[in-house]
């Protein structure tokens, strides 16, 4: 009985971790990572340059699950390139949440 209760509070706690999305060290480097090799291409400020521009307004409509397939896979035949050696799906689904609402944008 007491086994079994440990059992499913760590269950619960793991749940609890994934919706939370990535811890706050790896949301730093995260941040870090979007404006430093994102921004080489998407412009430091993500108005675009060699990327086009990832601003809320230039995302709106798009199904979040082909913005993290396009983060994780990257578009064949473009300069977008795969980064999930470097991304996990939890990383680029908050990754995603944070350029539509905006709070990527410096
Ligand atoms: C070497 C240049 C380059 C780098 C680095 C790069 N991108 Fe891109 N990205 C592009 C290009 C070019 C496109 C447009 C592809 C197309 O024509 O569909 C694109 C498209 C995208 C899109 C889809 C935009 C849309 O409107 O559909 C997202 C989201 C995106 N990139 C996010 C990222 C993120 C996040 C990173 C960093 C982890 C990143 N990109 C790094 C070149 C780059």
Not at 59 to 88: E, N
Request: with cysteine; hydrophobic share 45%.
């Amino acid at each position: 009985m007491h086994r079994w209760a440990s059992t499913s509070l760590i269950s619960l706690l793991a749940a609890a971790a994934l919706a939370a999305g990535p811890d706050a060290h790896r949301q730093a480097e995260l941040r870090h990572l979007l404006e430093q090799d994102c921004g080489s291409c998407h412009g430091l400020t993500l108005r675009g340059g060699l990327g086009p521009a990832l601003l809320p307004e230039n995302l709106a409509g798009k199904p979040d699950a082909f913005l993290v397939q396009t983060i994780l896979d990257g578009r064949p035949g473009t300069a977008m390139p795969p980064w999930r050696p470097l991304i996990s799906e939890t990383d680029a689904g908050w990754l995603v949440q944070r350029l539509l609402n905006g709070e990527a944008v410096r």
